[in-house]
């Protein structure tokens, strides 16, 4: 029966009721001086958090919302195998079948410790908006490369997420912003807004049915148990022309290398990067107000030295291009004030951390070996770089004045219960953990209210004074109910 999930939402709607409100913050509010958001990647809220006390998980949801559904709509018998390298192959470093419903990817027989990579699920715009299914949520399986470990989760016990979400405040109804992947979500972060590629060639536009989802080639399997989905033309760019999956930036450092002959600091057009875009962002409404902000990234600037380090999953350094989503737009191109300003490497963040320089807006990301995306970070690596950066904060002397932002750009292509709110076209997708650390929150709380990335844009422009961008969705919180001014 679907009776405690409801009743657990109606409960929560009703005592959040006023969070999500319209107006400016409370004056309490300026005496946040340092909004600090960390964007860690790829993990559902159940992935990482399936059974944490008071917030809506595994246990919450009725036995039928738990089963996966084949491409035909019938429950599946059981979950497939996970496939070695998008083949229909299983791959031997996993079970060969699992029962259907969700499992703990660190005990028998999966038997794999957070310490251990793992594949990666797809994890792309359309393949998400049709896992969701209409908010069933049941297609998860039907739809991935992986078979069943987009059912997996962790237990959270001893964790660096677990204990903060203990001591401050846990949100269980925070969902990214887009539907799919890094790419988009962090655009979303950046601008709320979907990068336009108008011009973009056929060969990167996706193919699509009838009905609007990723159209299937002749040869696909039928059944989830037959092999992962083969597509049709699985593109980045909308037939419309907006870039809704991975698309490297105009500007180094990019996977596109720069024409031989030409200014170093460019992509290759002729290569097809994203043209450079215009869309007015967060950073810029800052700016514009006076407010000091910065996105440090881990590797830029060795990415920017040695091109060797780009996507370099065996060395010391990996760095993901695609992640850096001021990189994109034409006012933080390389030679401009506003990119020597605010684009900074992660070693710039230590440092002002620990001297107390950090300017009042920080996003900190971390690079692929510590970000916890699989099949290039550990559960347990992304986990540890969390952990010691909120405690290098709390450590430092701006942290009685500040709030930490604890969030993943997306799912990952994981498995979450709870369906996305009605948003729009472009989303919300699947929910994602979210924490929020500071002096100022709430103590062992969890927060009901629905909340999405562009929740955390809402809140820097309610404390900062600035304007909305327009994709920001008001319909949903603004972080306010995560602390306790007035209460």
């Known amino acids: 029966m679907r009776g405690r999930l409801i009743a657990f939402l109606a409960a929560a709607a009703i005592a959040d009721l006023a969070a999500a409100e319209d107006g400016p913050l409370p004056k309490e509010f300026e005496a946040i001086e340092t909004v600090v958001v960390v964007f860690l990647e790829n993990r559902s809220f159940v992935n990482l958090l399936p059974r944490f006390p008071g917030a809506l998980g595994v246990d919450q949801s009725s036995p039928e919302s738990l089963l996966q559904r084949d491409r035909d709509g019938s429950v599946l018998p059981r979950l497939p195998p996970v496939w070695k390298s998008s083949t229909a192959r299983p791959d031997p470093a996993y079970p060969t079948s699992m029962p259907n419903a969700p499992f703990a990817i660190d005990e028998p027989p999966y038997a794999l410790p957070r310490n251990v990579l793992t594949v990666s699920p797809v994890h ?6 049709m896992q969701i299914n209409d908010g069933r949520n049941d297609m998860f399986v039907a739809w991935t490369d992986v078979g069943s470990l987009v059912m997996g989760n962790y237990k959270p016990e001893g964790t660096y997420l677990d204990q903060l979400a203990k001591e401050f405040v846990l949100t269980d109804q925070f969902f990214m912003a887009a539907f799919g992947g890094s790419n988009l979500n962090h655009f979303w972060l950046a601008c709320a807004c979907v990068p336009i590629f108008e011009n973009a060639p056929t060969t990167l536009r996706a193919e699509l049915d009838a009905a609007g989802n990723l159209k299937l080639a002749s040869e696909s399997p039928r059944s989830a148990l037959d092999g992962p989905p083969i597509w049709s033309h699985d ?15 105009p500007y180094q450092p990019s996977a596109v290398p720069p024409t031989p002959g030409s200014d170093q600091r460019f992509a290759d057009p002729a290569k097809h990067p994203l043209p450079p875009q ?3 962002t967060i950073g810029d409404l800052l700016s514009e107000k006076g407010i000091d902000w910065a996105w440090y990234a881990q590797g830029w600037d060795t990415a920017l030295a040695d091109r060797g380090v780009i996507y370099n999953t065996r060395g010391a350094v990996n760095f993901q291009p695609h992640h850096q989503p001021y990189n994109y737009f034409a006012k933080y191109a390389p030679g401009t004030a506003s990119r020597e300003r605010h ?10 951390a620990a001297d107390g320089t950090l300017p009042a807006v920080v996003f900190v990301k971390p690079d692929g070996a510590n970000n916890q995306h699989p099949g290039e970070s550990t559960m347990a ?8 950066i909120v405690e290098t904060l709390r450590r430092g002397p701006q942290w009685t004045r500040m709030a930490i932002i604890v969030t993943h750009d997306e799912n990952g292509g994981f498995w979450d219960p709870v369906a996305p709110p009605q948003g729009d076209r472009w989303g919300p997708g699947s929910r994602i953990p979210t924490l929020i650390a500071s002096p100022f929150a709430k103590k062992g709380f969890v927060d009901h209210t629905i909340y999405d990335t562009t929740s955390i844009l809402q809140f820097l422009s309610k404390r900062f004074g600035l304007g909305l961008l327009p994709g920001i969705r008001t319909q949903f919180g603004d972080l306010r109910n995560v602390f306790a001014f007035g209460g």
């Open 381 to 388: 690596a992304g986990d540890l770089m969390a952990g010691t």
């Open 278 to 280: 215009m869309q007015p």
């Open 235 to 249: 593109g980045s760019i909308t037939p419309d022309g907006y870039a809704v999956n991975t698309v490297q930036p």
């Open 124 to 129: 792309r715009f359309y393949q998400n908006r």
């Open 343 to 352: 684009l900074k490497d992660m070693k710039a963040f230590w440092q002002a």
